[in-house]
């Protein structure tokens, strides 16, 4: 058998050239395994499980980081192109969602909750520092009563 050295598509030998990548050479398996590229039959088929989500790109980059410091494979993906998915297709899932594999699950929602937690956490301080500081502004800026 000859397999395409873009895609890994199996062919029989007496085709020369992959229908999917137009004019990528075909090679034998010996010459996939020296060049350090899977055959079908040994790629990854993990499945990968939704662990949880992100409202937005940088919270799911925060998260992918987070896991993959403890060793935990992890795959992101968006669900949505925009905000505007609401408006046109009722589309209310989050932005992005957090794969990992069936044997990482459990570990990786614990640490995905500390992590949303410890978010939370960060955003209520920030908020109540933003109310402190436009309060202070607004006694600051107060005229003074003469009497």
């Known amino acids: 058998m000859k397999y395409c050295v873009e895609c ?14 137009t004019g990528s050479k075909l090679v034998d398996a010996a010459e996939m395994r020296q060049r350090g590229l899977p055959l079908p039959h040994e790629r990854d088929t993990r499945e990968f499980i939704r662990v949880g ?3 937005d790109p940088l919270t799911a980059e925060d998260f992918v980081r987070m896991l993959e ?3 935990i494979p992890v795959f992101s993906r968006a669900r949505r192109a ?3 998915d609401v408006l046109t297709t009722g589309n209310l899932q989050p932005w992005w969602e957090i794969l990992v594999p069936e044997e990482h699950v459990a570990r990786a929602t614990e640490l995905l909750n500390q992590e949303k937690v410890r978010l939370d956490s960060t955003a209520d301080e920030a908020a109540q520092a933003a109310e402190d500081e436009e309060r202070e502004s607004e006694q600051a800026g107060a005229p003074s009563v003469l009497s």
């Open 8 to 21: 890994g598509s199996e062919y029989q030998d007496h085709v020369t050239e992959c229908a999917d990548c």
């Open 53 to 55: 989500t992100a409202e």
């Open 69 to 71: 410091a403890q060793q």
């Open 82 to 84: 925009g905000t505007v």
